[in-house]
């Protein structure tokens, strides 16, 4: 049984002051802390394993080799999915415009992209230059005024439509609703329309299983889930990725290459080119295999107690309004007080030690949605506990008392 307290102690930052205050970290969903076992493992490979990958013969390009390869199987048995299906990159974002240029090839004035109003500008913006190029029409899925996806007005559009491509998000990292994705995939496969979900928020708290969802493509990223900044990656079915056009080209990515002319190799080589990330990608996998070594359910009901301790908390202090949908949650909460602006919230919030988000989360579209030009976000992972929470509260009363 996993004692899902003791594992803040795993994180070497919460051992520190910060401006001689302890650190009342609220801004997972920004980025993760690192566990010693990520960070050990990154400073063991530049100081004992430094090699470059797949191109030599010596004993150390071999061990990198193995061990980036073996990341890719780390990963991939974490989603239920092949190695083969997995392509490393810098990112969700990255992954999201590799996805967004190779899907519209093909695609003209008579195709259809659909996101929802929940997306990250990640998200957003490379399907709009795919339109661009392409002639493409980008839609958008009904929201209630509640600030969650209105699922039948999203199945009609579907129905109507019937799009190329389906873009949504997992989990919003501006509000925290987890989507109902599995009837939108459910539907787009007997559309025929291709889909693609962004997890870059999911993966640390929902664990998914990407054969049960059933979707085409999923990217995430590494720094969201414990591991570094700069890594990340995407799951493509592997018939449809290896029938991807290239996206970057470059050395390692090739099968031969002549001056008239270069073959490439079978995915997922064909999609990295160049040196990679490799102290990212083995540090990602060591963040993976930390959060294997967690009973999953322990970790989702932990965060969900402090979900529902803050939200019940924060929504007893009159003059807060808390955006999206706080049925269905990872265990971020979004919000304004009166009129203030966020800015001035987060700002005074950070005298006490406290670190939210404030601003509009990379969800212009979203915010203009729900009417506010920003929120303060206040993101959980399951190192928080229930001190964190009492210390934002009475930060919080005390930031608002010197507002009033
Ligand atoms: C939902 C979502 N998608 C995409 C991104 C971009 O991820 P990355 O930092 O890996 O590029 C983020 C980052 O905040 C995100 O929250």
């Known amino acids: 049984m996993t004692d ?3 594992l803040r102690d795993d994180f070497p930052i919460f051992n520190k002051q910060l401006d001689g205050q302890p650190l009342c970290y609220l801004d997972s969903a920004a980025t993760a802390q690192k566990p010693n076992k990520v960070i050990d493992v990154i400073k063991n490979f530049y100081e004992n394993e430094n090699s470059n990958v797949h191109r030599g013969l010596h004993t150390l390009s071999e061990n990198a080799t ?4 073996g990341a890719r199987e780390t990963i991939a048995t974490f989603l239920n999915v092949s190695a083969k299906e997995i392509v490393w990159t810098s990112g969700a974002t990255e992954s999201l415009n590799l996805l ?16 929802s109003p929940f997306e990250h500008h990640a998200n957003i913006v490379p399907w709009q230059e795919a339109c661009k190029r392409t002639g493409a029409q980008l839609l958008v899925l009904p929201m209630l005024e509640s600030g969650v996806l209105d699922e039948q007005g999203a199945i009609a559009l579907l129905q109507a439509h019937k799009p190329d491509i389906l873009s949504i998000g997992h989990v919003s990292n501006a509000l925290g609703n987890i989507q109902p994705i599995e009837p939108l995939i459910k539907l787009c496969k007997a559309l025929g329309t291709k889909t693609v979900i962004d997890g870059a928020q ?5 664990r998914p299983d990407l054969k049960a969802l059933d979707c085409d493509f999923y990217v995430f990223s590494a720094h969201k889930s414990l591991g570094p900044t700069g890594v990340g990656g995407l799951y493509g079915r592997y018939a449809l990725l290896n029938a991807l056009p290239v996206y970057k080209t470059g050395g390692e990515m090739i099968h031969e290459v002549t001056f008239a002319h270069s073959s490439y190799r079978d995915a ?19 963040a993976i295999n930390y959060l294997n070594g967690i009973d999953s359910m322990a970790l989702q009901r932990h965060e969900q107690v402090l979900y529902h301790s803050l939200l019940e908390k924060l929504t007893k202090i009159a003059g807060v309004t808390v955006y999206g949908d706080t049925n269905n949650n990872v265990g971020i909460v979004s919000f304004n007080y009166k009129n ?3 800015y001035d919230l987060a700002t005074l919030l950070n005298t006490y030690g406290v670190a939210v988000r404030s601003g509009h989360h ?12 920003g929120t303060v976000r206040a993101s959980l992972a399951f190192y928080n506990n229930e001190d964190d929470i009492e210390h934002f509260i009475n930060a919080l009363k005390a930031t608002i008392e010197l507002l009033d």
């Open 4 to 6: 899902i307290h003791a």
């Open 66 to 69: 193995i061990r980036y390869e």
């Open 100 to 115: 967004a240029h190779c899907l519209s090839n093909g695609l003209n004035a008579n195709s259809k992209i659909v996101i």
């Open 202 to 206: 999911s993966l640390m708290h929902l």
């Open 268 to 286: 997922p080589g064909k999609f990295e080119p160049g040196t990679p990330n490799i102290s990212g990608v083995i540090g990602f996998a060591a």
């Open 340 to 342: 203030e602006h966020h």
């Open 362 to 373: 990379c969800t212009q579209p979203l915010m203009k949605m729900l009417n506010v030009n």
